[in-house]
């Protein structure tokens, strides 16, 4: 049975795609180990895998306050830490993994498996133009080169490079530049169901920012409560198990939830209000939904998915700091819209017909098979 190493660290909408290529690929036969960090074993371990801890990665934590610096310093070292690369090295040659997939933003540990004799492919979970313009010439890219490790050497120098998203609305897939080139868009890996509200009540509107907590979160959470409380609608707001640092005003229609699944409320929902997530923003698209996009972020990919969906039709975006006003007049605006009601109709059905998860485990399968014959003893 060949073994598959996943390489992976708790970043949010990175582990659902993660976990849905993991599945695929155990559901095929392969043995699946997934290095990472210890928060994450338990939900590993319900998705019925095995787990190797990565002690090196025990300094990262997006779900507590963190400073711009701090989080710049963080990410770079996700990106280019020495230890994590041998760490990596050391645990995926223990398991004699026949492959490697490695999480884009652990850039240098690419090097790690590849030295471990493993193949290994890099999965970028969103946007590859975020990754090639944002990210790598952003402060992360810059300072990770400063330590030896250029993200776009390092994305390279893997066997193969998958992007898990729609190549229609990310904007690199035009271009031809080198990584653009040998990438292949394999689909975006969120699921849904075409929604089907509750045409009796009023429309259920969904609110969920993010599970990595941003400066000024609670306050563009106590704009969206005081907006959906103007408006005749039934409000949902999910705090992805952050507790805001001060209590939120509700309004007698809205309600606040630690968590909520999405693959529960997104079906009876009529629009998703979001930060521009990959994972929220494909997730509510593939159950069929307009999305207004408040981007918590500039510096990440949330302003780019933003003007991806206005650009598609699909929804709009809002600056963070947007009042309460002008979130329910584009509430309002889009809940009337049916163009973009079917633009998002159309794009839900075009992502669920894409098997994302089928194409990203058949790459992988490649290198697994390309290092099985390479070290069968001759006949």
């Not at 990472?36 to 319900?46: N, S, T």
């Not at 809940?335 to 098997?355: K, M, V």
């Amino acid at each position: 049975m060949p073994t598959i190493s996943i390489v992976t660290v708790d970043g949010g909408g990175n582990i659902p795609p993660t976990l849905r290529i993991a599945g695929e690929l155990a559901r095929r036969g392969h043995r699946i180990e997934v290095l990472g960090h210890r928060r994450m074993a338990d939900a590993v371990a319900r998705a019925g895998h095995a787990f190797r801890t990565l002690d090196s990665l025990d300094f990262w934590n997006p779900g507590v306050r963190r400073s711009v610096p701090t989080a710049i310093g963080q990410t770079t070292r996700l990106a280019s830490d020495r230890e994590i690369e041998r760490e990596v090295r050391d645990a995926v040659s223990a398991a004699g993994s026949d492959a490697a997939l490695v999480d884009s933003l652990m850039a240098s540990s690419i090097r790690g498996a590849q030295a471990a004799g493993a193949p290994a492919a890099v999965h970028f979970h969103t946007f590859l133009e975020f990754w090639e313009h944002s990210y790598r010439r952003g402060p992360v890219g810059l300072a990770a080169r400063l330590r030896g490790a250029d993200p776009l050497t390092e994305w390279a120098r893997a066997a193969a490079q998958l992007v898990v998203s729609d190549a229609a609305l990310d904007p690199a897939s035009a271009r031809r530049t080198p990584l653009e080139r040998s990438a292949e868009w394999v689909g975006a890996l969120e699921s849904g169901v075409p929604a089907t509200p509750d045409d009796s009540a009023p429309p259920l509107v969904v609110a969920s920012l993010s599970t990595t907590w941003f400066p000024g979160q609670t306050e563009v959470y106590q704009h969206i409560a005081t907006a959906l409380g103007a408006l005749p609608v039934r409000g949902l707001i999910t705090l992805g198990g952050l507790e805001p640092d001060r209590e939120l005003r509700l309004p007698p229609n809205v309600e606040v939830r630690e968590r909520a699944d999405h693959s529960e409320v997104f079906p009876q929902a009529s629009l998703v209000i979001g930060h521009g997530g990959h994972s929220t923003t494909f997730r509510a698209l593939a159950h069929g939904l307009p999305v207004i996009v408040v981007p918590m972020h500039p510096l990440l990919d949330q302003p780019m998915i933003g003007r991806s969906v206005e650009r598609a039709g699909a929804g709009r975006t809002l600056s963070r700091t947007a009042p309460a006003e002008r979130i329910a007049a584009a509430v309002t605006e889009l809940l009337a819209d049916d163009r973009a009601r079917d633009a998002a109709t159309a794009l839900g059905a075009r992502l669920r017909a894409t098997d994302a998860a089928g194409a990203a485990a058949d790459a992988v399968e490649r290198l697994a098979g390309d290092r099985s014959t390479r070290r069968a003893p001759a006949a």
